[in-house]
């Protein structure tokens, strides 16, 4: 292994942002090889991290979406964490085999736990009995994690996720998380000095989804991402590590938000139950229901007779661009266990929430949480506080009192105003200047634009300094 690399995973990044607010990256991706990368479907972090990794398809790999539906739990798993339920052999798998003693540091890609990566470290909070959740990192090998924090400090927990994140706050500046992870890429860096450094950076992704990539805000978190990622290549080049840059996705401008599971449940096919007042999705016992991941949903049809008219629905709805059936999904490699019985993309301007209620009052406890895990979708709301709240910020430090004090709090403090989002991805944007992109120093003859899958074979060509891969036909 002649040539040590760090991947520096800028979420978000695309040609079209780059400019007088980035001048370290634009002048990095102006003098290396460049390509765009016509992205993974769905466009969506787990999906596109899995492909880089592996250079498999989401039919192969199995990573469909960032969550689908357990056939057999009859549950919803979203933003899972263990590598085990990524098929195909891993980038630095395939490196050690032609380089025995390599090393790999995986830091805050998805899929983190339990894989054969040297070191870890990701976000994982900690659930005792009593019913707190204590924000924390999973590392490993574990002495990594005491090492880390003490040098570093607690990760900033809020800033990675939630209405505090991208934004000023108690747990820091608005690029506190992906300073933080940042800084463990140096500590990892010098403490271990690994062949292969996978580093997520996710400070774009919070406004371009919450405020869109047309508002002028999105111009200072522009500059703070470019700041971050130029001490990165500062940092690296003084040890003589080749740097790549590369993105999972672009976001694209979005006006309204589409509920799959209410149209559903107008056909009653949903099913739902009381419990303490509030409404919850029954996904065993419903026949026809949706798993919403941004611009792309996941139909899974219990009742075969149902199918052709559940796509009926589903194109008489406003909002969804196009509906994929099991031979669709097998043309675009999507054809897997855990795929939907049919596939809804939403249009260029819109895309899928994964609400099912008909009255706000009636919506379950966690849909005004911060729970990435219980909701039943993914939910961009999430980057909001409720503007109806009266000093949300003094209900927030009141509900941490009481958490301090030892007594059980509700932090309902997010709003079901899904229109409040102005920034999606997930489909493949119809402008080439919204697609995900590859800066690779050394790639020889690497340029235009790239399949998903091809990234696999770009980054270990650099790690060993051997040849362009083959491109891919078709």
């Known amino acids: 292994m002649n040539q040590r690399l760090a991947v520096l995973n800028v979420v978000g990044l695309t040609g079209r942002i780059l400019g007088a607010a980035t001048p370290r990256i634009t002048d990095y991706a102006r003098r290396h090889p460049f390509a765009r990368i016509d992205p993974a479907l769905p466009a969506v972090t787990c999906s596109a991290q899995s492909t880089y990794l ?85 590392a490993w090998p574990y002495d990594i994690r005491s090492a880390i924090k003490r040098d570093l400090g607690d990760f900033p927990f809020a800033g990675f996720w939630g209405p505090a994140a991208g934004v000023a706050s108690p747990a820091g500046g ?85 509920a799959l599971n209410r149209a559903f449940r107008k056909e009653g096919w949903l099913v739902v139950k009381e419990e303490l007042g509030r409404e919850v999705l029954d996904c065993g016992q419903s026949r026809v229901f949706a798993v919403a991941d941004h611009q792309l949903a996941h139909i899974y049809v219990s009742d075969p007779s149902l199918i ?10 406003d909002g969804v661009e196009s509906v994929w059936s099991r031979s669709d999904e097998a043309a675009r490699d999507l054809n897997h266990p855990r795929s939907g019985d049919l596939i809804a993309i939403a249009s260029p301007d819109a895309w899928f929430s994964y609400y099912y209620w008909l009255d706000d009052a009636k919506a379950p406890d966690f849909a005004r949480c911060v729970d990435i895990h219980r909701k039943p979708g993914y939910d961009p709301a999430e980057l909001f506080l409720d503007p109806q709240i009266f000093a949300p910020r003094l209900k927030i430090a009141w509900r941490l009192l009481r958490k301090k004090l030892g007594f059980r709090m509700l932090m309902d403090v997010i709003p079901l105003d899904a229109g409040l989002v102005k920034g999606s991805h997930g489909a493949r944007p119809r402008d080439p200047a919204d697609f995900p992109v590859l800066v690779l120093p050394g790639a020889r003859n690497m340029s235009g634009v790239i399949r998903s899958t091809e990234v696999h074979g770009w980054l270990r060509a650099a790690c060993v300094d051997a040849p362009a891969p083959a491109r891919e036909r078709g």
Not at 56 to 69: D, E, F, I, R, S
């Open 54 to 138: 592996t250079g498999l398809t989401p039919a192969a790999h199995g990573a469909v979406a960032n969550g689908w539906y357990d056939r057999e739990l009859g549950e919803v798993q979203f933003w899972k964490q263990s590598n085990h339920l990524v098929r195909g052999k891993k980038l630095w798998e395939s490196l050690r085999e032609s380089a025995p003693g390599f090393t790999c540091a995986k830091l805050f890609w998805w899929y983190n736990m339990f894989s054969t990566a040297d070191y870890s470290i990701t976000p994982r909070p900690m659930y005792p009995a009593d019913g707190r959740k204590v924000f924390d990192i999973y």
């Open 174 to 258: 608005p690029d506190c998380a992906t300073r933080w992870i940042a800084a463990s890429a140096k500590w990892i860096e010098e403490k271990r000095s690994p062949h292969l450094s996978l580093v997520y950076l996710p400070h774009l992704d919070y406004n371009l989804q919450r405020w869109g990539p047309d508002d002028p805000r999105i111009q200072v978190d522009l500059r703070m991402i470019d700041d971050i990622v130029g001490d990165l290549l500062d940092f690296y080049e003084r040890r003589s590590v080749r740097v790549a840059l590369l993105s999972e996705y672009g976001i694209t401008g979005v006006s309204r938000p589409v």
């Open 308 to 317: 052709d008219r559940a796509r009926a629905v589903l194109e008489g709805i």
